[in-house]
């Protein structure tokens, strides 16, 4: 390895020449960052600048920069040399942009920029350039676990592209629930039939592609490893065939809500179908008039939207479904056109039609359907037919329909496999010899899809509905096991147009774990990082909470029950980090002490200066960047505060804030994305973990005769640029009414 030479970089363009004193950013870059180079220039980022930079890297053999400039997240293109470690010292949205002009502020402008620069060079003292990930894994071939409209889009997206696949399907052909249906929703012009689903000609190209290997009457008996080397036993009737992959997408779609479970609303009683039930009619009908099973020609039909749906009891789904209200009026085109005179009447709340889904409804109000908003309360027999009761919404009565068949729109249920909150509790009772726990683990074990053979679980993590859990708002399809995709309805409700975009995005996601998988890089959010995490093992406790906290289930235990750390699949979060007690997981360039030495570079006024100083420890995911726009939009707020980037609040120690109150800071403010069932946290747990966490650090407050005031959480989103300004000005007050930190004193 390279002897390690610094140096500093100080732009004095972007104003930051007119605003800062940059010859003592430069002094203090060189006597108190102790850097062996320093340098400034009037346009740092221009060819000039940045070949200045370069050469410097290679006639001067500099190994470590810190670039006093823009915020990290600026410039990056500019700012890119991959042959050295780099810090950024944010002196232009993070201070001159926040800071307001004029004499009475220059010097407490200047004392945070230099503490800017203080903390760039104390950073990058602590950080080793990333090698990547030594265990490099080159298996680029993609498994697609379901062979409906989703799982065949995703191969054959997937294998256009260049790439080998491996479909299992459990049923004896292609085509999963489109292949039970008679027409789909338009979803090309014209907007105004219903058309056929393509399913013949989609199977066709998916059965006869050369890159694409399909297993039929096939489920997934086991999976292991990580992206770029996952072994996959497919279970066929011929017996088990390993299958070696890169990535997987699992388009396991869903089956529907069990009418039996409606019987207020007729479920389970004869002349009343689901629209599942409704399309095997219409499939036997052949575009001919339609039939009840009774054989009876339907003379009068109503649609029942939001059946069991959207329900706030706790009883039936509580989400809308998505796709309902479209179908419902395809399905009431099917008995309009094959015989205008029947009565057909979609009874709704909301009717929800996405897409061009307005000329759709359009069409059928000329073909006669009628739209009637309206609340059903109960479906009873009547005659040889049905009675529906509903409240009328517009006229605000109850009243009465009569039907020769209702068809309730009951909804999509995931299949998703094993819900890992119900499935460890019942293995840690098995475990403990309960017969009752292990029989039930058998039976859970049945209905898994993907059998992983991981210690969190043998299938994904699942939202409260049961979709697969993942970052539906930031990273679509990306679910908490890397190198896992969910694609289609397993995901979230969709219609088929829908899903068929789901599993493209899929699908290139998964190439992109694979892609990063053979150069050691990290997967999403902190795709192409080269860093991974490593232990100082001599200091190990052995205490587990890594490996319970890990999100991503990137963390195994060895015989000696120490920390395994499975590189690919990995995030590089730093929840690890975060959660150790004993501080011996680290990162090549992000450690305990790249961010512990910035929060004691820092220069601590005493306690009778007046001039409080607050370290923010932002996500770098949103309350960065919300603090970045803030300088952006000239937010002003508060030169007393010192804001570090940190790569989730998972990876926030307990030991920083107390070395940041040690040390004589009057007040820590960590601001992260929401957590909780609606979460935006790009590491999924992390925030949650953090709030956690901080729950706890009141005892550490009052081991220090401090206030639990001085630490404070805040959920940031990315775009609360006004609003974190705000929060450090009340902040700010709410200090200098709590008083200086008494821990001043004693540095």
């Known amino acids: 390895m390279a002897e390690m ?8 363009g972007c104003e930051l020449g007119d605003k800062l004193d940059i010859a003592q950013l430069n002094k203090i870059a060189q006597k108190e960052g ?48 991959p042959t050295v470690a780099m810090s950024r010292a944010n002196l232009r949205e993070g201070v001159i942009w926040v800071i307001a002009e004029g004499e009475q502020h220059d010097e407490v ?34 498994l697609v676990v379901g062979g ?81 080397r996952f072994s996959i036993q497919v279970k066929g009737a011929a017996g088990i065939t390993t299958e070696e992959v890169g990535g997987i997408v699992q388009a396991t779609g869903f089956t529907t809500y069990d009418l039996n479970k409606l019987p207020e609303l007729g479920g389970g009683k004869a002349n009343v179908v689901d629209q599942a039930g409704l399309e095997a009619l219409a499939r036997s009908a052949n575009g001919a008039t339609i039939k009840r099973a009774d054989g009876k ?30 179908t419902s009026v395809k399905q009431a085109m099917y008995f309009k056109d094959a015989n205008p005179q029947v009565d057909t009447v979609v009874m709704f709340t909301d009717l929800r039609l996405p897409g061009m889904g307005e000329d759709f409804y359009r069409s059928a109000q000329q073909k006669g359907v009628i739209f009637t908003k309206g609340k059903a309360l109960a479906v009873e027999a009547s005659g040889d037919g049905c009675e529906v009761k509903f409240r009328d919404l517009i006229l605000d009565e109850d009243t009465q329909l009569t039907a020769d068949l209702v068809v309730l729109a009951t909804g999509q249920v995931p299949t998703a496999g094993v819900d890992l909150e119900a499935w460890n509790p019942i293995v840690t009772a098995a475990e403990g010899g309960s017969d009752e726990a292990k029989q039930k683990k058998v039976e859970m074990q049945k209905i898994s899809v993907l059998n992983l053979n991981y210690r969190q679980g043998p299938d994904m993590p699942q939202l409260k509905q ?71 093992l001599e200091g190990c406790t052995q205490c587990k909470r ?60 005493d306690e009778f200066s007046e001039r409080p100083r607050i370290l923010i420890l932002a996500c770098e995911n949103d309350a960065y960047p919300a603090l970045d726009m803030a300088g952006l939009q000239h937010h002003l707020y508060s030169a007393f505060v010192r804001a570090i980037p940190v790569r989730c ?99």
């Open 109 to 142: 402008r200047q004392e945070m920029a230099n503490d800017y620069v203080r903390m760039g060079c104390a950073e990058i003292k602590k950080m080793i350039l990333p090698q990547g990930n030594p265990n490099h894994a080159h298996n680029k071939r993609l």
């Open 34 to 81: 102790k850097m062996a180079l320093v340098r400034e220039h009037a346009f740092l980022c221009n060819e000039e600048g940045v070949q200045m930079i370069r050469d410097d890297i290679e006639k001067e053999a500099v190994t470590h920069i810190c670039i006093a400039a823009c915020s990290r997240r600026a410039k990056t293109e500019a700012f890119n040399f």
């Open 5 to 12: 030479k610094t140096a500093a970089y100080i732009c004095s």
């Open 297 to 326: 020609e339907v003379k009068s039909v109503v649609f029942v939207q939001c059946a069991g749906q959207r329900d706030e009891t706790g009883t039936h789904l509580a989400y809308c479904s998505g796709h309902c209200c479209a």
């Open 466 to 536: 049961g979709f697969a859990d993942s970052h539906f708002i930031c990273f679509p399809y990306e679910t908490r096991r890397t190198g896992i995709y969910a694609a289609g309805p397993v995901r979230r409700p969709m219609d088929m147009l829908q899903a068929t975009e789901d599993a493209t995005g899929a699908a290139l996601k998964a190439i992109q774990a694979v892609e990063n998988a053979s150069i050691g890089r990290a997967a999403h959010p902190r795709s192409g990082d080269l860093s991974f995490p490593t232990a100082r």
């Open 649 to 747: 609040l998972g990876s926030v120690n307990t030991i920083w804030i107390t070395d940041a109150l040690n040390s004589g800071y009057d007040g820590v403010m960590l601001m992260g994305c929401k957590h909780g069932d609606n979460y935006q946290c790009h590491f999924v747990k992390g925030s949650e973990l953090a709030n956690y966490r901080m729950s706890k650090i009141d005892d550490t407050l009052k081991q220090l005769g401090l206030e639990k005031e001085r630490v404070i959480t805040h959920e940031v989103a990315i775009t609360d640029n006004a609003r974190v300004a705000k929060l450090i000005n009340e902040y700010v007050e709410k200090i200098n009414e709590i008083g200086m930190s008494p821990m001043k004193g004693f540095n």
């Open 148 to 228: 409906g409209m989703s799982g065949m889009t995703s191969a054959l997206e997937a294998a256009e592209a260049g790439y080998d696949i491996v479909l299992v399907e459990k049923e004896a052909q292609l085509g999963g629930w489109a292949a039970k249906l008679w027409k789909r929703v338009p979803f090309k012009q014209p907007f105004a039939e219903p058309q056929d689903t393509g399913l013949a000609e989609l199977a066709g190209k998916v059965s006869s592609h050369p890159r694409i290997s399909v297993h039929l009457n096939s489920t997934i008996a086991e999976t292991s490893g990580a992206p770029g």
């Open 546 to 605: 890594c490996t319970v906290e890990c999100p991503f289930g990137a963390i195994d235990e060895d015989e000696r029950r120490f920390p395994v750390f499975n590189e690919s699949r990995c995030r590089r979060c730093g929840t690890c980090m975060g959660a150790c007690p004993v501080r011996v997981i680290s990162f090549e360039n992000y450690s305990v002490d790249t961010v512990g030495m910035q929060i004691k570079a820092v220069d601590m006024p």
